[in-house]
């Protein structure tokens, strides 16, 4: 019996518990900071821990997938979301978060190792269009956390509570996991040594740098942004809600807009756009921070599921590992870059007290010097875009013919 739909239903719940632990803790930075008496850059290598353990397990798993497939990454996926959800509501202080973060970066980054080369095997003729549609659940299931946050914290529940939330999805997809049978791998390179050898082509070592900068525009900013702007007189979680909100109706529908600009062109005018969104982001206040947010969305939101679709697109032969990786390298960076953008915001707030300032207006001052340094990320994207765009036909012959369908 073709069990393919109830497969990907699991794949999209796991994703989406995947997405609400991002939003949740963005929701709840805040209060841990003031119940443990963290700083902002406790705070940042605190959101470091998910950055590492996500790539941690992309590369480890990704290279293990053609041994254990897909359906023991994702046990290993439940098993850890679950440890790492409940060993959070029972953190004592600092390093109870620290570790027990990682265990949830750790499960996210299962996920996506499991679940990216899961689906382009069982829709071979459909596989970046159906990619896609798997990835729509990311910005979805910020939504839905994002949403979560905001009107569990205006009802006064604890951070505990809000965490504890997850643990619903969680136990559905690992039903799921544990009661369905998984197909054997048919239609993606299952040959390791195949796959890594062709990591070393220059077209894929170029995406990787793309994809640190990539991720880091789309999650630094999102991890951050309820931080960055809760003095800007607007809603920290309904800009994170609406901006994954758009991300996620861009996503179902990408097909025509990949199909006209072609990958390459996605993702310059995406970068293009996401450097216009930041900017307008780190000068808006009040309702205008909305409208930035929506700029914003449109330009981040084609970056993650293009960025995959490329590699699966034009390094078929780099298998579940390529894709694995390319992701890995997204989140490893981010993390990487996640201490750094919480300094910033300390340095920032340092200097705008030293300047005068007090209260909200040195908060609102600190944000949004912060959003000035990290329109570093998207510009640095247009130049490389640019290159990629113009050399775009120097890669082509990579591309496999029934892959030419639109993302």
């Known amino acids: 019996m073709d069990n393919t739909a109830k497969l990907f239903r699991a794949s999209c719940l796991a994703l989406i518990v995947t997405a609400m632990t991002f939003a949740i803790r963005a929701g709840i930075l805040t209060q841990l900071s003031q119940q443990f008496t963290l700083n902002d850059t406790e705070l940042g290598l605190i959101n470091s821990m998910a950055f590492l353990g996500f790539p941690v397990a992309m590369m480890v798993l990704g290279l293990l997938y053609n041994l254990i497939g897909a359906k023991r990454i994702l046990t290993m996926a439940f098993i850890c979301h679950l440890a790492g959800l409940l060993l959070t509501i029972y953190a004592q202080g600092f390093w109870g978060l620290l570790i027990s973060t990682f265990l949830i970066g750790f499960a996210n980054g299962a996920v996506e190792a499991a679940c990216n080369p899961l689906i382009a095997d069982m829709y071979p003729d459909r596989k970046t269009t159906m990619l896609n549609r798997f990835h729509v659940w990311f910005p979805g299931g910020i939504v839905i956390g994002a949403l979560v946050s905001e009107f569990m914290t205006m009802a006064g529940l604890s951070w505990q509570l809000q965490i504890a939330v997850m643990l619903i999805p969680t136990v559905i997809y690992g039903y799921l996991v544990f009661s369905e049978s998984f197909p054997p791998t048919r239609h993606i390179e299952s040959s390791t040594r195949v796959n890594i050898t062709s990591l070393l082509s220059p077209l894929y070592l ?3 740098v793309c994809m640190t900068l990539t991720a880091t525009t789309e999650l630094g900013t999102q991890q951050w942004v309820g931080r960055i702007l809760a003095e800007s007189g607007a809603s920290p979680m309904i800009i994170l809600a609406l901006g994954t909100g758009l ?9 025509p807009v990949v199909h006209a600009l072609n990958p390459s062109g996605v993702l310059l005018v995406s970068a293009i756009v996401a450097s216009v969104g930041i900017y307008l982001l780190s000068i808006a206040t009040g309702p205008m921070v909305y409208l930035a947010t929506i700029v914003f969305a449109c330009g981040v939101m084609y970056f993650w599921p293009t960025m995959i679709g490329f590699i699966g697109e034009y390094q078929p032969k780099t298998g579940a590992l390529g894709m694995s990786l390319i992701g890995g390298a997204g989140m490893f960076a981010t993390g990487i870059w996640n201490p750094v953008i919480g300094s910033w915001i300390d340095q920032h ?16 001052a600190a944000g949004q010097s912060t959003l000035s340094n990290m329109l570093l990320f998207p510009l640095t994207l247009v130049v490389l875009f640019t290159v990629l765009y113009i050399f775009r036909q120097r890669f082509a012959h990579f591309r496999v013919s029934h892959q030419t369908g639109a993302q």
């Open 206 to 208: 170029f995406m990787i």
């Open 247 to 255: 991300m996620a109706v861009g996503r179902q529908f990408a097909g």
């Open 349 to 364: 707030r340092a200097e705008a007290i030293n300047s005068g300032l007090t209260g909200s207006a040195a908060e609102l």
